[in-house]
């Protein structure tokens, strides 16, 4: 059986940073595409970043770009979400997620494994 286990959330100041982590459990890690999302209270689950089976096969939202940066080590069948800059509108619950295709989608109905969540909270 195939899980996925964030961790790394916490509250810290705008402008901070914090690494989350996607630990995954149960299958060959390569062959498995990692996305990473959030859901603010009162909104949807949004596709955030992503990592494919290749080292440079990697996928962010605009809102994100040049402050996350999205890294896998196989070795250890995890996947990092490194975020700089935080700001209170990256406050929210963000879940990774796993899939079998070789690209990560920011379709959450292309991933077959979800974890239960890290709180981030960014605030002065």
């Known amino acids: 059986q195939v899980q996925v286990l964030e961790s790394g959330g916490g509250l810290v100041q705008p402008g901070g940073s914090l690494r989350l982590s996607c630990a995954h459990s149960?299958?060959?890690?390569?062959?498995?595409?990692i996305g990473w999302f959030r859901q603010a209270p009162g909104k949807e689950r949004d596709f955030v970043a992503g990592?494919?089976?290749?080292?440079?096969?990697?996928y962010y939202v605009e809102s994100v770009k040049g402050r996350f940066t999205v890294s896998r080590d196989n070795a250890k069948n995890t996947v990092y979400l490194q975020m700089m800059n935080l700001q209170p509108e990256d406050t929210a619950v963000y879940y990774c997620?796993?899939?079998?295709?070789?690209?990560?989608?920011?379709?959450?109905?292309?991933?077959?494994?979800w974890g239960h969540g890290t709180q981030v909270t960014v605030s002065s």
């Open positions: 997620a796993a899939g079998k295709l070789p690209f990560a989608r920011d379709d959450p109905g292309t991933y077959d494994y």
């Open positions: 149960g299958g060959t890690f390569r062959y498995y595409s």
């Open positions: 990592s494919g089976w290749g080292d440079e096969m990697t």
